[in-house]
């Protein structure tokens, strides 16, 4: 009967791709809570809209980010 062993140096991408893990999560992380947050929703649906709705509700394309966060932030 035989046996085989593998083994496989670790690479340096792969030490780096070990290192880069916790701060991949992170990242992750602070995308999922800005996805939760209800004016990113709210950006997400007039960013949807044909440019004739937006005019209907009185807003251009290039306003809706000063519209959602206007008054959270000084944009």
């Known amino acids: ?3 085989t062993a593998h083994y496989t140096v670790p690479t340096v ?3 780096l791709n070990l290192l880069a893990k916790p ?3 992170l990242g992750k992380g602070l995308i999922a809570i800005a996805d939760a ?3 990113s ?3 997400d649906t007039l960013m949807a ?3 004739t709705e937006l005019s209907k509700r009185g807003l ?3 306003q809706l980010v000063h519209h959602v966060f206007s008054d959270s932030y000084y944009l």
């Open 1 to 3: 009967m035989a046996h």
């Open 49 to 51: 809209m044909s440019d």
């Open 13 to 15: 991408n792969g030490i």
């Open 41 to 43: 929703q709210t950006l």
């Open 60 to 62: 251009k394309r290039d």
């Open 37 to 39: 947050n209800s004016r």
């Open 23 to 25: 701060f991949t999560a």
